[in-house]
């Protein structure tokens, strides 16, 4: 009877708290706060959904009417048979999953090193990686084109992946990881069965690195795919712009096309939604796992 009592008692408070001890009312306060937040982020994108099915006239009309009246495609015509879109598109998407993909692996091998490996100057290489998170990158651009075109290395889908591959906040992100996740009774292990350090690495590390790998490539993805200074200092052939910069001419025309620019923007916005819904998964997780670890 008291262990029914006492469990009673126990669940009173539960009930009364909701779910985690929250409130109702703090229930509906943080669902209204969220809400509104989606709100916010998703209505620049209905927006230009919206527009990009709209004669030019009708995109600053007033009051704004979020269903086009008369809807129109004209604006993708006109798009993609006047501009070299599909070009920009091309590029844009190839250097980005390339940048990604060579980032992933270099970032998960030099945090691993880093994590796991003590070497000669080891503190003041990682300090020296760390600290280049506060220099802009206009900071280097000059010294980095220069570097670039006296290499011999100016070919527009080599150079663009460069300032990419080794992003110090993707080192560190792993680094992290690495020392919170990955116990070294593991690593041992493989080691005792014989492994060489590559081979533990590959077929014992990064498959435990999955939520995190997830998670930087979205964000590696997506800095590579807006990048718009160094493209803008390194390209000057139309045909080969990325979509940042080809978006950009476009609105920086004489008679300011909105209305090819937003048919673009929505466009250009398919492969950040498709990365994203790939990997959804193993970026919610590697945010949890940062979140519960610290």
């Known amino acids: 009877m008291s262990t029914r009592a006492d469990t009673r008692k126990t669940r009173e408070p539960l009930r009364r708290g909701g779910r985690g001890g929250m409130s109702r009312s703090g229930r509906i306060a943080l669902y209204s706060t969220l ?18 099915f709209k004669p030019r006239g009708d995109i600053f009309e007033y009051p704004p009417k979020l269903i086009p009246s008369p809807a129109t495609l004209d604006n993708y015509r006109t798009l993609l048979d006047t501009q070299p ?9 190839v250097t980005a999953l390339l940048a ?28 020296v990686m760390f ?23 100016s070919n527009p889908w080599f150079a663009l992946i460069v ?21 070294d009774e593991i690593i041992e292990a493989a080691r ?9 690495f590959w077929r014992v590390v990064l498959p435990l690195l999955r939520p995190s790998l997830g998670a930087l490539a979205v964000w590696q993805f997506l800095q590579s795919y807006n990048a718009f200074m160094w493209p803008l200092v390194l390209l000057s052939d139309v045909n080969q712009y990325t979509i940042p910069l ?9 008679n300011r096309s909105y209305d090819l620019v937003m ?32």
Do not use: H
């Open 131 to 153: 600290s280049s998170l506060s220099v802009p990158f206009a900071v280097i651009l000059v010294p980095l084109f220069i570097l670039v075109v006296k290499s011999g290395l």
């Open 100 to 127: 990604t993909t060579v980032a992933v692996f270099v970032c998960a091998l030099a945090g691993y090193g880093f994590a796991k490996f003590r070497f000669a100057g080891k503190r003041v290489l990682f300090g």
């Open 263 to 294: 048919a673009g923007a929505v466009l250009a916005s398919v492969p950040t939604i498709l990365v994203f819904l790939l990997l959804r998964k193993q970026l919610l997780e590697g945010l949890s796992a940062g979140a519960v670890k610290g």
């Open 246 to 254: 080809g978006l950009n001419i476009l609105f920086r025309a004489e």
């Open 163 to 183: 300032p990419w591959v080794a992003p110090a906040f993707g080192i560190f992100m792993m680094q992290q990881y690495i020392v919170q996740s990955i116990p």
């Open 192 to 200: 005792i069965d014989g492994s060489s350090e590559f081979g533990t």
């Open 85 to 93: 879109f599909w070009n920009w598109f091309a590029i844009s998407v």
């Open 35 to 52: 809400t509104l937040l989606l709100l916010i982020f998703v209505a620049p994108l209905v927006w230009a959904i919206s527009s990009s």
